[in-house]
């Protein structure tokens, strides 16, 4: 697995109906809602400052709304990679996480990774194909600063290969991957945007 070297900025889509209705979404194409649109301003106004030279986007409709007015406002080129599209779930797709949950008696300490149906991407080769991405963009253009912009689980999958902790976070919220002293650190860029709690 082919692991990225050096820093990068990553932003995952604004709120659609279904993360706000608690869905899984995968490959299926949802568009922003209302308060994704909001979302997706304010974060734009928290990377304003940054020196962003390029997105790498997955080509979904949800991460493309979050981030296309951001580019062209800031005349900053957008690529899609096919690569970060969001993880595929198989059946649980347009399902509701809480009944998938329920129905499955998983614990609260139980995630529902372990219990994918036959249909699902396998999360090694996910996990593979995201890391390779970040790292071919990042050696292409090594002396830039790189936005991925993508999904939430691409999001755990980085953290994952790259600090051995999976982590989460929240819809539109910008987030640094640096290294510091041979390690990687992950830290949000602010750390509150529109309709969330700090």
Avoid at 18 to 34: A, H, M, S, T
Avoid at 74 to 95: K, R, S, T, W, Y
Avoid at 139 to 165: C, S
Avoid at 177 to 194: D, H, K, T, Y
Wanted: charged share 20%; glycine share 6%.
């Amino acid at each position: 697995m082919h692991l990225p070297e050096r820093s990068f900025i990553f932003l995952r889509h604004a709120q659609t109906a279904y993360n706000r209705e608690g869905r899984f979404q995968g490959k299926i194409e949802v568009p922003l809602n209302d308060k994704g649109f909001k979302q997706a301003e304010a974060a734009a106004n928290s990377l304003k400052d940054l020196t962003i030279s390029r997105i790498i986007a997955s080509p979904a409709t949800r991460v493309i709304q979050t981030v296309r007015p951001y580019a062209l406002k800031q005349a900053i080129p957008l690529h899609l990679d096919n690569d970060l599209m969001e993880f595929f779930v198989g059946e649980f797709e347009g399902q509701k996480i809480s009944a998938i949950r329920e129905r499955l008696q998983l614990s609260k300490e139980q995630s529902w990774l372990s219990v994918l149906p036959s249909d699902a991407d396998s999360w090694h080769d996910f996990l593979g194909r995201v890391c390779q991405a970040v790292h071919r963009w990042t050696e292409k253009y090594p002396q830039e600063t790189l936005l991925i912009a993508a999904h939430g689980l691409v999001f755990r999958a980085l953290t994952e290969a790259l600090t051995g902790e999976p982590r989460s976070c929240e819809n539109a919220s910008p987030q640094t991957f640096q290294q510091v002293g041979g390690a990687w650190e992950v830290q949000p860029i602010v750390r509150s945007i529109v309709g969330q709690a700090p």
